[in-house]
């Protein structure tokens, strides 16, 4: 296991201060304030310690209240919505200076059988005929700001391989869509609540980003606010996530200063993984793009 691998898979295991109360510690990551994939496989890491074992994680939908302050804890308050027959209902409060940043919710069922359909995977190329978002970074050096250049060439905890690769301090107009092949940077335990966490975090990393496909944006470029205002994961089916995910994301809609994406997760086999879907900030103003 690599050891950014580990340091997340760390980050994701929360110290246990009372019933149904937890706190996680957080990672900078060189963005304005706490990654918000983190907040919610940290929610989800909480909900799973409270849910009973034989109930699997299904859905989950988080609503971002404020930014988070990545140089401080995480309270997460785990409270039972329902406790029905076959599914269980939690919400998680994430809480940053005595103030709620984020709502979870979380829910859980006891495994079933029925029936079986899902979307056709994307005929796309292999992951190894497309650059690695860490070489692009590195061939990127030269703009990304000196007191953020380490933490975005730093070792990651995962092997992302994209079709589109935008600059996020000088952005290049595209599609309105994006590919991803994603594994873990090293072995990850099979455990399926460890790998559902691992899941819920990377899914958070391209969605809004991909609405800035069509204007010609990056997100940290000056003149550009981003932030996640919500985010949803419908996990459908088991997954290794050592192997390859292909991430398949389409931006249908930008207006009001919102921008609109889902996401289709595959395995290799085509398999459908899981479904996300999240909306965001997306505002770019010309006043801030001459300072």
């Not at 690695?132 to 050096?141: D, F, G, I, M, V």
Request: hydrophobic share 40%; with cysteine; proline share 4%.
């Amino acid at each position: 296991m690599s050891t950014a691998l580990n340091r997340l898979i760390t980050l994701l295991k929360l110290e246990k201060l009372d019933d149904g109360l937890f706190r996680g510690n957080c990672e900078d990551l060189g963005f304005r304030q706490v990654f918000g994939g983190q907040v919610v496989a940290q929610a989800l890491s909480a909900a799973m310690q409270v849910a009973s074992p034989n109930r699997l994680l299904h859905s989950c939908h988080a609503y971002f209240l404020a930014p988070g302050d990545s140089s401080y804890p995480i309270i997460y308050d785990v409270e039972t919505l329902r406790e029905g027959h076959n599914f269980t209902a939690l919400r998680v409060k994430a809480i940053q200076h005595n103030r709620p940043i984020c709502h979870v919710t979380a829910s859980f069922q006891v495994e079933e059988y029925g029936f079986e359909h899902q979307s056709k995977m994307p005929q796309v190329e292999s992951p190894e005929e497309w650059i690695s978002e860490s070489s692009a970074l590195k061939q990127a050096a030269l703009f990304i700001p000196e007191n953020v250049r380490d933490k975005f060439l730093a070792e990651r905890p995962f092997e992302i391989r994209s079709k589109y690769i935008n600059n996020p301090f000088r952005g290049q107009k595209l599609p309105p869509e994006q590919f991803v092949w994603v594994r873990t940077n090293g072995e990850a335990p099979l455990d399926a609540n460890i790998q559902k966490c691992l899941l819920a975090y990377f899914s958070d990393f391209h969605c809004i980003l991909t609405a800035l496909h069509p204007h010609e944006k990056g997100f940290l470029q000056k003149g550009m606010k981003v932030a996640t205002i919500d985010h949803s994961i419908w996990f459908h089916r088991s997954f290794d996530l050592n192997d390859w995910l292909l991430y398949a994301i389409e931006s249908n809609n930008a207006y009001a200063a919102r921008g609109l994406s889902r996401g289709q997760i595959f395995d290799k086999y085509g398999r459908l993984i899981a479904t996300t879907q999240q909306e965001g900030l997306i505002r770019f103003t010309e006043e801030a793009k001459t300072l």
